[in-house]
């Protein structure tokens, strides 16, 4: 149940995750030396919020944090810093539940559909405009 203290938690994780995500945009946009035409920013946020929500789901359970802690640092955070940590966080529990033909679906219908959505709706507004 959603109470005034679990709000401020999760949105004070999701500020937080949210400015920081911006931070390594801006980062990167002015001392990166890759090549423009690859989305680092981005990459980078997908594999450090995947291994930070990762290292939190295990290591809150096992030290007893608390509820609200656990939601402002994966849900608010990371779910703010990105997505992809919680795709990642869910088929990995999906593997290790042995639900192997659950979590191919998952990986496989997210990895087609997603971008097919994007798509869609790229040409909704193309059609709006």
Same mark, same amino acid.
């Given at each position: 149940m959603f109470n005034l203290r679990t709000l401020a938690f999760l949105a004070v994780g999701a500020v937080?995750?949210?400015?920081?995500?911006?931070a390594i945009g801006v980062w990167f946009s002015r001392w990166s030396v890759a090549p423009p035409d690859f989305p680092w920013p981005t990459f980078v946020i997908n594999i450090t919020g995947s291994l930070l929500l990762g290292f939190l789901m295990r290591y809150l359970t096992a030290i007893a944090s608390t509820p609200q802690m656990?939601?402002?640092?994966?849900t608010g955070f990371c779910g703010a810093y990105t997505t992809m940590s919680t795709f990642s966080y869910e088929f990995i529990s999906l593997m290790t539940e042995r639900q192997y033909v659950t979590? *191919?679906?998952?990986? @496989?219908?997210?990895?087609?559909l997603t971008p097919a *959505?994007?798509?869609a @709706?790229?040409?909704l507004a193309e059609a709006i405009l």
């Open positions: 937080c995750g949210t400015t920081s995500r911006y656990r939601l402002m640092l994966t979590a *191919a679906f998952y990986m @496989g219908g997210t990895m087609v *959505a994007c798509l @709706g790229f040409a």
